[in-house]
T-cell receptor
Framework: GIQVEQSPPDLILQEGANSTLRCNFSDSVNNLQWFHQNPWGQLINLFYIPSGTKQNGRLSATTVATERYSLLYISSSQTTDSGVYFCAVNDYKLSFGAGTTVTVRA | EPEVTQTPSHQVTQMGQEVILRCVPISNHLYFYWYRQILGQKVEFLVSFYNNEISEKSEIFDDQFSVERPDGSNFTLKIRSTKLEDSAMYFC????????????FGPGTRLTVT
């Protein structure tokens, strides 16, 4: 199956800092999604991004499908951004990475 | 905005008991999925379902698991005889089509087997 690797595994930020999370995948895929898992365990859809760049408020994402990676940018981080960020590649089913745990300190 | 709903949000059961987890997918979606996440681990695919049949299942989805769409709105996951290792968060998802279409996730059911 497709391998999905996320880096870094853990990230500690001071409030207001910017950061970049990376997702590499081992094979060509139909699509890619980014999720944020909140402290209650819910998976919140952030982006559905097969290629190109999308922005939603302080978050943006870029997928370069030909090079098999995607990046998630968090700008001006807030404590509410804390949680685990997952990327998942979509080839009839979603294959998830292990996630990046982000902790934003006030 | 339409959303996927799941009930219950948390279920506690004893080992060996049967549990049924319920999901209501987005109404015009045709493909349905179950995923699970053991505490501290990544989310894993269990099964996909289309046109009243299983499309694909993982090696986790053994004979103890079954899925059903009993009516036009609900989609259920049944675990016949729960084990301690079935304790996990179970997510239902749906998509309009397959082959790379966006999957929309429900809030999850946290299953605790004691």
């Amino acid at each position: 199956g497709i391998q999905v690797e996320q880096s870094p595994p853990d990230l500690i930020l001071q409030e207001g800092a910017n950061s970049t999370l990376r997702c590499n995948f081992s094979d060509s895929v139909n699509n890619l999604q980014w999720f944020h898992q909140n402290p209650w365990g819910q998976l919140i859809n952030l982006f559905y991004i097969p290629s190109g760049t999308k922005q939603n408020g302080r978050l943006s994402a870029t997928t370069v499908a030909t090079e098999r990676y995607s990046l998630l940018y968090i700008s001006s981080s807030q404590t509410t951004d804390s949680g685990v960020y997952f990327c998942a590649v979509n080839d009839y089913k979603l294959s998830f990475g292990a996630g990046t745990t982000v902790t934003v300190r006030a | 905005e339409p959303e996927v709903t799941q009930t219950p949000s948390h279920q506690v059961t004893q080992m060996g008991q049967e549990v049924i987890l319920r999901c209501v997918p987005i109404s015009n979606h045709l493909y349905f999925y179950w995923y699970r996440q053991i505490l501290g681990q990544k989310v894993e695919f269990l099964v996909s379902f289309y046109n009243n049949e299983i499309s694909e299942k993982s090696e986790i989805f053994d004979d103890q698991f079954s899925v059903e769409r009993p009516d036009g709105s609900n989609f259920t996951l049944k675990i016949r005889s729960t084990k301690l290792e079935d304790s996990a968060m179970y997510f239902c998802a749906s998509s309009l089509r397959t082959g790379g279409y966006e999957q929309y996730f429900g809030p999850g059911t946290r299953l605790t087997v004691t």
